[in-house]
C-alpha cells in the first residue's frame, strides 16, 4: 500500500509571508494527487489535483498555488498567505479503489 | 452529478450501545463507496470500502457498513461502541464507471459517552 509524507505537522506563519507545504509518495508510480483543506474540522475541500507531472487542476480560485516537479512529489504553496488561509492541509494520492491521506498540516496566519 | 449526503452532523451513543453513521449517496454509474476515520488533526484513515459483491462489508476495528442499492444507502455501524470510537467520520462515493473524483460528505462527529 502506499504511504504519504506529509511536512510540516504544524505551522504559523504572519500574513504576507510565502508558504510551501510538500507531500511526497511512496509504494507507487504516477499517482493521482491531491491537496485538501479541511476547515474547522469539518468537511474536505478539494483544492488542487493532479494526474501527472506538470499537470494541475485547480477546483478553487484562491490564493494558493501547486506544483507536481516530480513524479511523487506534490507541493502546495502561497506568494502571500492571508488570514483566511488558516486551517488543516491533507495531501491525498488515489488508486481506482482507495485514497491514501497524509497526517496532515495544521496552518496558522497570525 | 455525484453527491454524498450525511444528514447527521453529530451522533451520540453511549458506551456499548449499537452505532450507526449514515450515508446516502448519487452517482450515475456502480457506486464504490467508501468510509474513513479522521481522529483530531490527524489524516483521514480507511475503514472500509464497497465496490462489488456482499452488500455488508466488514472493516476495521469492528467497522462495517451494508451497501443498500434501492435506498441508495452505505450506513455505517458497530454493534457495541467504545468511548474510542469518537472521532469525525467521512463517507465517500466515486462513480466506478469513469474515472471522475471522489466525493466526500461532509462528515459526522460521533461521541461515544462512557
Known amino acids: 500500500s502506499q504511504t504519504i509524507h506529509q511536512w510540516p505537522a504544524t505551522l504559523v506563519q504572519p500574513v504576507g509571508s510565502p508558504l510551501s507545504l510538500e507531500c511526497t509518495v511512496e509504494?507507487?508510480?504516477?499517482?493521482?494527487l491531491y491537496w485538501y483543506r479541511q476547515a474547522a474540522g469539518r468537511g474536505l475541500q478539494l483544492l488542487f489535483y493532479s494526474v501527472g507531472i506538470g499537470q494541475i487542476s485547480s477546483e478553487v480560485p484562491q490564493n494558493l498555488s501547486a506544483s507536481r516537479p516530480q513524479d511523487r512529489q506534490f507541493i502546495l504553496s502561497s506568494k502571500k498567505l492571508l488570514l483566511s488561509d488558516s486551517g488543516f492541509y491533507l495531501c491525498a494520492s488515489r488508486t481506482n479503489t482507495e485514497a491514501f491521506f497524509g497526517q496532515g498540516t495544521r496552518l496558522t496566519v497570525v | 452529478a455525484q453527491s454524498v449526503a450525511q444528514p447527521e452532523d453529530q451522533v451520540n451513543v453511549a458506551e456499548g450501545n449499537p452505532l450507526t453513521v449514515k450515508c446516502t449517496y448519487s452517482v450515475s454509474g456502480n457506486p464504490y463507496l467508501f468510509w474513513y476515520v479522521q481522529y483530531p488533526n490527524r489524516g483521514l484513515q480507511f475503514l472500509l470500502k464497497y465496490i462489488t459483491g456482499d452488500n455488508l462489508v466488514k472493516g476495521s476495528y469492528g467497522f462495517e457498513a451494508e451497501f443498500n442499492k434501492s435506498q441508495t444507502s452505505f450506513h455505517l455501524k458497530k454493534p457495541s461502541a467504545l468511548v474510542s470510537d469518537s472521532a469525525l467520520y467521512f463517507c465517500a462515493v466515486r462513480d466506478g464507471d469513469s474515472n471522475y473524483q471522489l466525493i466526500w460528505g461532509a462528515g459526522t462527529k460521533l461521541i461515544i459517552k462512557p
Open positions: 509504494g507507487t508510480s504516477n499517482p493521482n
